[in-house]
Structure formats: C-alpha cells, structure tokens
C-alpha cells in the first residue's frame, strides 16, 4: 500500500516516524527511487545502534535518498520549528507515515504536528489503528479538522474505532484539503526578517466552504536583537488582536490592525518578525472550517 501510495504522490517527499528495523523504511525508500526523485526521513529515538548500519548494507540508490535521526517526533518536529522550517505551500513533505509509540497522546501529538508540515494535497497514514490509541487519535483528529478526508478502498463509511482505509493493511489514509485548514485550534503564519517595523493589514485568501463564522486573529510583531541570547535585552513587541466576520463565500479576508500594530526596535539592525496566529469558531460546530488558500500566500500591507 504505502509503496503504491508513494508512487502516486511522486516525486514523494517522505517522513517516516518509527523506522523500527527498517522493513518498510525501506519500501518507502524503493518508492522514492524508482520514481527518480524525492526524498525520504525516518526517526526513532531507539534506532541510533541499528538503522545507520542497516541503511548502509542497502543498494547507493536507496540509502543516497534515505536520511536517518535517532530522534523521539517531539524532538525532530521542535528541530524544524528552530530551523524556521516552511510550513503550507513550502512545507517539506507531501506523504508522512506515522507509526511511533501507540498511546493516544503520543499519536495524536504526531498528527498535528505531521498536518503542520504537511503541504496542501498530500497524505499522512497512521499504522496500527487496530489498536485503541492510534484510532482514537485518528477520530479526534478528523472531529476538529472537518476539511480532512478519510479514505476507503470501498468508498464506504468506515467505523471511527477501526478506520482502516484498505482491508487487511490496519492503516488509515488520510487526505488534506487543498489549503491550510484554520480550525478553533490556533494556526500560526510566521513572517521573519521583513525589514518593515509596522503591519496595517493581513490579506488572508479563502477557499470557499460556505460555513460563515467569526475568524479570529492575534498578531505579534517582534524584534530580537542578535546578542540577545548574551545581554537578555533588547526584546520589542507588539501584540494586537482583532475578530472578523466571514460568511463562507468571499475569496479574501482582510485583517485590519489599523496604526495599532508598530514597533521601534531595539537598535537599527535587530531583525523585526511578525507572527500570525489565526483561528475560526463557525457559527454551526458541526459545519466546516475556514481553508486558507496558501497558493497565492498571505501578504502584509
């Protein structure tokens, strides 16, 4: 399944969480291959003693496209948050197959953080969900992001405590919309370095779901001083907070922050950044979320 789902995707950019002894490591990375382009990353914290040398004992063509981290998926997910990693449209993968430890928290936490760094149009795929804690996971998940899809083989409904796409693979296949879904769980747009020390307005393009609602933005406009992490002074910020209204149809939300969000920073040369941090309640809980067409991307005025 999983080297056919690659295939599709092609060229797959890939991020296994879980390489164990590396069987499917290494489906994944034939995919990768045999198509001629793209990527894989595998992660286990346990793997450091095993996975190097089984990736070296593979053919060049496999182990040249398979980067291996003996890291825990907090971890590694931290790494690209510091690494100022894209997220939307540039974000680094396009099919994440989840398969670390099996508690809920623990699956539900690589969701999230997986549909973060997840580009619009790709797949993750959550193994085992026979077991209780990935399943539950995979249903409260899809309970908070309505604009997910679960796939089945069978075009069917399928059960919520047992969401096996295809029969027999005890996986599920879940598919993202085509833009970033911004649910009441909040959905952070990063703008670093923008040479500009004020904000008037936030141009938000949408998707049209037909569900109106009350879209809710914070914006943070920060500077940092370079030797901050030495002298602990010199942090600026600004944070402004406002609510709109949006009615599910309109191609464009425009965030008004009016002369409210400026700043003076620090010295002349500290670098001014502006998070984004945007969320949406719709007026049925029941209707779907508002989807941020990252396409033509968010743009500051």
Same mark, same amino acid.
């Given at each position: 399944?999983?080297?056919?789902?690659?295939?599709?995707?092609?060229?797959?950019?890939?991020?296994?969480?879980?390489?164990?002894?590396?069987?499917?490591?290494?489906?994944?990375?034939?995919?990768?291959?045999?198509?001629?382009?793209?990527?894989?990353?595998?992660?286990?914290?346990?793997?450091?003693?095993?996975?190097?040398?089984?990736?070296?004992?593979?053919?060049?063509?496999?182990?040249?496209?398979?980067?291996?981290?003996?890291?825990?998926?907090?971890?590694?997910?931290?790494?690209?948050?510091?690494?100022?990693?894209?997220?939307?449209?540039?974000?680094?993968?396009?099919?994440?197959?989840?398969?670390?430890?099996?508690?809920?928290?623990?699956?539900?936490?690589?969701?999230?953080?997986?549909?973060?760094?997840?580009?619009?149009?790709?797949?993750?795929?959550?193994?085992?969900?026979?077991?209780?804690?990935?399943?539950?996971?995979?249903?409260?998940?899809?309970?908070?992001?309505?604009?997910?899809?679960?796939?089945?083989?069978?075009?069917?409904?399928?059960?919520?405590?047992?969401?096996?796409?295809?029969?027999?693979?005890?996986?599920?296949?879940?598919?993202?919309?085509? $833009?970033?879904?911004?649910?009441?769980?909040?959905?952070?747009?990063?703008? #670093?370095? =923008?040479?500009? *020390?004020? +904000? %008037?307005? !936030?141009?938000?393009?949408?998707?049209?779901?037909?569900?109106? $609602?009350?879209?809710?933005?914070?914006?943070?406009?920060?500077?940092?001083? #370079?030797? =901050?992490?030495? *002298?602990? +002074? %010199?942090? !600026?910020?600004?944070?402004?907070?406002?609510?709109?209204?949006?009615?599910?149809?309109?191609?464009?939300?425009?965030?008004?922050?009016?002369?409210?969000?400026?700043?003076?920073?620090?010295?002349?040369?500290?670098?001014?950044?502006?998070?984004?941090?945007?969320?949406?309640?719709?007026?049925?809980?029941?209707?779907?979320?508002?989807?941020?067409?990252?396409?033509?991307?968010?743009?500051?005025?």
């Amino acid at each position: 399944m999983l080297y056919h789902l690659a295939r599709l995707l092609a060229p797959a950019n890939i991020l296994e969480i879980g390489s164990y002894f590396g069987n499917t490591t290494r489906v994944l990375a034939q995919s990768v291959a045999d198509a001629g382009a793209g990527s894989l990353v595998t992660i286990d914290p346990y793997g450091g003693d095993r996975l190097p040398g089984i990736i070296a004992g593979w053919p060049h063509s496999l182990a040249a496209i398979t980067s291996f981290h003996a890291l825990n998926s907090m971890s590694y997910f931290a790494s690209l948050e510091v690494a100022r990693t894209a997220t939307g449209k540039h974000a680094p993968f396009n099919l994440i197959f989840v398969d670390g430890h099996h508690s809920y928290e623990y699956a539900m936490f690589d969701l999230l953080s997986s549909a973060l760094y997840l580009r619009p149009g790709g797949v993750i795929v959550v193994d085992n969900v026979e077991q209780a804690g990935p399943s539950m996971a995979v249903a409260s998940f899809l309970s908070r992001y309505k604009g997910w899809r679960l796939f089945s083989q069978s075009g069917e409904a399928l059960d919520p405590a047992f969401p096996e796409s295809v029969p027999g693979a005890l996986g599920a296949i879940l598919l993202s919309p085509g $833009g970033v879904e911004v649910s009441q769980i909040p959905y952070k747009f990063h703008f #670093y370095g =923008m040479g500009r *020390t004020a +904000v %008037g307005a !936030v141009r938000v393009p949408l998707l049209p779901t037909g569900a109106p $609602g009350t879209l809710s933005a914070s914006a943070n406009l920060y500077s940092v001083p #370079y030797d =901050m992490h030495i *002298t602990g +002074v %010199g942090l !600026v910020t600004k944070i402004v907070s406002v609510t709109k209204r949006v009615d599910g149809h309109e191609p464009m939300a425009e965030i008004d922050f009016g002369a409210d969000l400026a700043i003076q920073p620090h010295t002349d040369d500290a670098p001014v950044s502006l998070e984004l941090e945007l969320q949406f309640q719709p007026d049925d809980e029941h209707a779907s979320n508002i989807i941020v067409d990252v396409s033509g991307g968010v743009t500051l005025t």
